[in-house]
């Protein structure tokens, strides 16, 4: 998108706001951000929050490089990892909370959610994964070999499936945001 989208507004508050406070609201109780080696901005945003900034130092890293780094820095009693986007901002906590509800009950699933029969974020992954997580290049290779783990989770939540990787894209999420004026 050629900007930092974690910093982009929504409304009265940026997209890494909006998605660390629907975590926390939800309950997730260790909260690691993941930043690049360029992300003082971010990572200075985020420290407004209770959470655990982390530096991936690779640059221009794919997605599985700031998991594992944003793995290793949990706390071994993590029991799961809520893998949660900024590219996906407007999720809402009672979305996340029931997730985290569902893996409760099912501690050995890799819980997706689901809306109008498209797969979307967050994905909770159970401890035991992470370990095996370095033997694939993407969270979908993840998903892939671990298919039989898989347990999709109809919500009506469609900001699951809402992604924030084009202008395009950003302007449809305003539109949805309380607050939204044209300026």
Do not use: W
């Not at 689901?114 to 997580?133: E, F, N, S, T, Y």
């Amino acid at each position: 998108m050629g900007q930092c989208k974690q910093l982009l507004p929504l409304g009265e508050r940026t997209a890494l706001a909006r998605n660390l406070e629907a975590l926390l609201a939800a309950g997730v109780g260790t909260v690691v951000v993941v930043v690049g080696p360029n992300g003082a901005a971010v990572a200075a945003a985020a420290r407004r929050y209770p959470v655990q900034v982390v530096v991936n130092p690779e640059t221009d890293s794919d997605m599985a490089a700031s998991l594992r780094v944003g793995f290793a820095a949990l706390p071994a009693t993590a029991a799961h990892v809520v893998v949660a986007l900024c590219d996906h901002p407007l999720v809402a906590a009672t979305t996340v909370a029931t997730l985290l509800a569902i893996q409760r009950q099912l501690p050995g699933a890799i819980v997706v959610p689901i809306c109008a029969g498209r797969r979307g974020h967050p994905v909770i992954l159970p401890r035991d994964l992470l370990a095996k997580i370095v033997h694939y290049p993407t969270l979908r290779d993840v998903l892939g070999a671990h298919v039989a783990a898989v347990h999709l989770v109809e919500v009506s939540d469609e900001a699951v499936v809402l992604d924030m990787d084009t202008p395009e894209d950003y302007a449809r999420l305003l539109q949805r945001c309380p607050g939204h004026s044209h300026i």
